[in-house]
């Protein structure tokens, strides 16, 4: 059976999370997307060190989702680098594995984008 797999990013706020996580979902490219609002973060970029607030959000998907997820997700980022993170998945319930697994077969077997 293949495995799930967990994708984590963040975005700058809930909504936007949220209406990408719903596109990711009904495209069947993920069975599930958690938004982690009231996340502060500190990082480097492009030679600056930030500070600001983020979202946090974690995709489940199928392995072999891992490529169509990272594009789609990367094309309708409002980041200009977004991060993504895929997390293989080594072990999960059995009916959580099938459950995701189900909630993303149809994308494999009809592709909305051809």
């Known amino acids: 059976m293949e495995r799930p797999l967990l994708v984590y990013t963040t975005f700058p706020d809930a909504g936007t999370a949220l209406a990408i ?7 069947k490219l993920a069975a599930c997307v958690n938004v982690l ?8 970029w492009k030679g600056v060190v930030e500070r600001g ?21 990367k094309a309708r980022h409002p980041y200009e680098t ?4 895929h997390l293989p998945v080594t072990g999960a319930d059995p009916d959580t594995a099938a459950w995701i697994l189900a909630e993303t077969d149809a994308h494999i077997q009809e592709s909305p984008t051809g």
């Open 21 to 27: 996580g719903e596109e990711l979902v009904r495209l």
């Open 82 to 85: 977004p991060i993504i993170l």
């Open 53 to 73: 607030e983020e979202v946090a959000a974690i995709l489940k998907s199928r392995e072999s989702l891992a490529e169509a997820l990272g594009a789609a997700l």
């Open 37 to 44: 609002p009231g996340m502060l973060s500190v990082y480097a």
